[in-house]
Structures are given as structure tokens and as C-alpha cells.
């Protein structure tokens, strides 16, 4: 059974940074690309970024691009999502996916419907 549990949520002020983690286990954690997604009260949920199994390539909406990096670790099985520069239409609650299928990887936006896993997700407070 896949788990994914994410951490590191919090409040922060404008500007600020903070980074979430994703503890994977019950996959072959090396094998799938990961993402993460973000729901704000009252909005759908948003993708936010995805990275190729071997972390060797990522992918952001344009929101977040200069500002928010992801990255992974698969001797720890952990993705992880760098947020600098924070705003406050960054408040929401992240959560971390498993891509549906082993080896497959878009490098491009992705839909809610490719990830076949999520964590519980973590909240994302910015204050202004």
C-alpha cells in the first residue's frame, strides 16, 4: 500500500521561505515521478510542480517558477518542495503525488488524473 506523508507546513510571512517534504513508502519510490499540488479555500486544486523518477528534470506552473523548487531523494525516498519568496496566494494546503504508472514522466502541466497516489497534505499559511 503506497504512502505518502508530507511535512513541514507552517505560517511564514511575505517573503519568507519554508520547505515541505514527502516521506514515500509501500512503492518503488526511484521508479515514479513525483508532484505537488496545492488547494486554496473556496479553489479547485492547482498543480504546482513534478519531477522525472531520476531527478534529473522538473516542471512548474508559471506561478511558481523562480520561486518554488522541487527536488528528491530517492536514498531517502523523500520529494521535497523549496518555497522562497512566498506570498500570500501561496496559502493552501500541498500535497504530494505518485505519477500513476512506473517510468513515465510529461514534463509538462499535469492533470489531477495522472497521479494515482496522495499524502494527507500539510498547510501553507502566508501572512501579509
Known amino acids: 500500500q503506497v504512502q505518502l506523508v508530507e511535512s513541514g507546513g507552517g505560517l511564514v510571512q511575505a517573503g519568507g521561505s519554508l520547505r515541505v517534504s514527502c516521506a514515500a513508502s509501500?512503492?518503488?519510490?526511484?521508479?515514479?515521478?513525483m508532484g505537488w499540488f496545492r488547494q486554496a479555500p473556496g479553489k479547485e486544486r492547482e498543480f504546482v510542480a513534478a519531477?522525472?523518477?531520476?531527478?534529473?528534470?522538473?516542471y512548474y506552473t508559471d506561478s511558481v517558477k523562480g520561486r518554488f523548487t522541487i527536488s528528491r531523494d530517492n536514498a531517502k525516498n523523500t520529494v521535497y518542495l523549496q518555497m522562497n519568496s512566498l506570498k500570500p496566494e501561496d496559502t493552501a494546503v500541498y500535497y504530494c503525488?505518485?505519477?500513476?504508472?512506473?517510468?513515465?514522466?510529461?514534463?509538462?502541466?499535469?492533470?489531477?488524473?495522472?497521479?494515482?497516489?496522495w499524502g494527507q497534505g500539510t498547510q501553507v499559511t502566508v501572512s501579509s
Open positions: 503525488a505518485a505519477e500513476r504508472s512506473r517510468y513515465r514522466y510529461r514534463g509538462s502541466y499535469y492533470q489531477g488524473a495522472d497521479f494515482g497516489s
Open positions: 509501500g512503492l518503488t519510490f526511484s521508479s515514479y515521478a
Open positions: 519531477i522525472h523518477w531520476s531527478g534529473g528534470s522538473s
